[in-house]
């Protein structure tokens, strides 16, 4: 039987839907006081569909980074390597003229998990 290679999702965590929770109550005054502030009532849906939408997923094959709008798979031959810019999300660095494409929720405390999936194209930061 051979070996089924098992994608790593790496997603925001789902604990992040209490702050969407908690701009509803904050956003409920002004919806009271001033009715047409209702409108404002969508930001927190917008933040808990970005919350549920943004994800990495990463098997051995390749990356694909999941937008809002849309997700971008790539090959891992065509990376040419990964960097983060302070207190953001993984980039990787592609070959084809050094474009970057953002992979949602990957952290430094992450990589051992696309270490993993990639096979080891993506070195472990703690080893």
């Known amino acids: 039987m051979a070996c089924v290679n098992k994608p790593v999702v790496i997603r925001i965590s789902p604990m992040a839907h209490i702050a969407a929770f908690f701009m509803v109550l ?3 005054l002004p919806a009271f006081l001033w009715p047409p502030s209702t ?3 969508v930001l927190p849906l917008l933040a808990s569909v970005a919350i549920a939408r943004l994800r990495t997923e990463a ?3 390749a990356v ?3 937008e ?4 971008t798979r790539i090959p891992w031959e065509d990376i040419d390597g990964l ?4 207190g953001k999300w993984a980039r990787a ?11 949602p929720a990957v952290t430094f405390a992450t990589l051992p998990l696309l270490t993993q999936a990639s096979r080891g194209r993506v070195p472990n930061p703690y080893r």
């Open 39 to 41: 409108v404002l009532m």
């Open 64 to 66: 694909t980074a999941h």
């Open 83 to 86: 960097h983060f810019v302070k």
């Open 68 to 71: 809002l709008l849309g997700s």
């Open 59 to 61: 098997d051995a094959d």
């Open 93 to 103: 660095r592609l070959r084809d003229g050094g474009r970057d494409v953002r992979l």
């Open 26 to 28: 904050i956003l409920l």
